[in-house]
Each structure stands twice: as C-alpha cells, then as structure tokens.
C-alpha cells in the first residue's frame, strides 16, 4: 500500500532563518505531489505541483521554493522565512489517472516564525 | 481552474441524525472533479467521497454521500447518523482542466451529543 510521510512534524524558527520541509511517498512510482499550505482557520492554498523529477510549478509568488531530486521525494525550502510564512504545510499524492485522482495527505508540518 | 464556495463556516448536528454541508463550484470545463475531505483537529486531510461530472449516479461511501446536482453546480455532502468522531473541518474541493485540487475554505462540523 502506498504511504506518505513528511517531516518534521512541527517547527520554530527566527525569522530570517533557512527552512527545508521533507516529503517522501512509498508503494508507487511517478506520482504528482504537491505542497500546500493552510493558514490558521482557513482553507488550502496550492504552493507548488510536480508532475515528474526536477519540473516544478509554482502557483503563488513568495519567497519559498520546492525541488523534486528523486521521483518519490519533494523538498520545500526557503532561504530567510518571513513572519508571514507561519502555518501548517501539507504534502500530498495523486496518482496519474486525470481528474479522479484523489490527493492523499501527509500528517503535516506546523510551522511557527518568530 | 475551479472556484469552491463553502457558504457554511460551522455547522451543529445531534448526534445521531443527519447534517448536509453546502458546496457550490464554479468551472467552464466540461470535465471535472469533486472531492470532500475532513481535517480534525489533528490536522491530517482525510479523503471521503468523489464524484466525477459524468457520473450519473450520486457517490456514496458508508455514511458519507455527495447529493450532485449539475445543473445547480452544488455538491453537499450528507452525513448519516452523525457520530461524535465526525466533529472535524470539512473541505470541498475540485479539479478541472489541470492537476491543481482547489479547496474551499471548509466548514466545522460540531456534533453534540
């Protein structure tokens, strides 16, 4: 059975401070795997899509990046986090089949900028 | 792309009985997708239900299922005998056109007992 697992689970940091979120999927091969985040009581925002190694596609400009070295492994990154980048960050699966691909989620990071 | 309305930001429901969330979506394309998750509190996002644009038929999963209506571009979920688990954020979602899901801002379900 495929499984998905992202970490850590929760996070502090300074603002002006590196950050790097890891998100691993295992039982299948050549997934869409996305981040999205989610401010406190509110919905998700898509932050990035991958549909295969190295292509990455971004939906909102922000000062956060992603990369995708290996098929099964997405990063999110940031060089110096802002205030505003606090929230619970979501990776996810899908499997190719067009629009009835469900997303599977990982537990979730939450992230707190001081 | 897709546009997801949640009119609903909490809902309450007697344990037992039945409660339908609200969701109305908005896309040009013919084909699409629509999803229900719930998050509790915990925060993971739990696939429920979903029902493609040509499916004819409603969706059902247990005591989950989604009242489609085309024509209205409504897809409320239903849930039967409501359980004090199902207290949770409940999000619509739908994809159309791309592989972006787009979600909804979520209604929270209060199940009293």
């Known amino acids: 059975s495929q499984t998905i697992h992202q970490w850590p689970a929760t996070l502090v940091q300074p603002v002006g401070s590196p950050l790097s979120l890891e998100c691993t999927v295992e039982?299948?091969?050549?997934?869409?795997l996305y981040w999205y985040r989610q401010a406190a009581g509110r919905g998700l925002q898509l932050l990035f899509y991958?549909?295969?190694?190295?292509?990455i596609s971004s939906e909102v400009p922000q000062n956060l990046s992603a990369s995708r070295p290996q098929d099964r492994q997405f990063i999110l990154s940031s060089k110096k986090l802002l205030l505003s980048d606090s929230g619970f960050y979501l990776c996810?699966?899908?499997?190719?089949?067009?629009?009835?691909?469900?997303?599977?989620f990982g537990e979730g990071s939450r992230l707190t900028v001081l | 792309a897709q546009k997801i309305t949640q009119t609903q930001p909490g809902m309450f429901v007697q344990e037992k009985e039945a409660v339908t969330l609200d969701c109305t979506y908005d896309?040009?394309?013919?084909?699409?997708?629509l999803f229900w998750y719930k998050q509790p509190s915990s925060g993971e996002m739990i696939f429920l239900i979903y029902?493609?644009?040509?499916?004819?038929q409603n969706a059902t999963e247990g005591r989950y299922s989604l009242n489609f209506q085309k024509a209205r571009k409504s897809a409320n979920l239903v849930i039967s005998a409501s359980q004090l688990g199902d207290s949770a954020m409940y999000f619509c979602?739908?994809?159309?056109?791309?592989?972006?899901?787009?979600f909804g801002k979520g209604t929270k379900l209060s199940v009293i007992p």
């Open positions: 996810a699966w899908s499997p190719r089949r067009g629009f009835g691909g469900e997303l599977f």
């Open positions: 039982g299948t091969s050549n997934p869409n």
């Open positions: 991958s549909v295969g190694i190295g292509q």
């Open positions: 896309t040009s394309d013919q084909s699409y997708g």
């Open positions: 029902q493609g644009s040509y499916d004819e």
């Open positions: 979602a739908g994809r159309a056109g791309s592989y972006q899901l787009t």
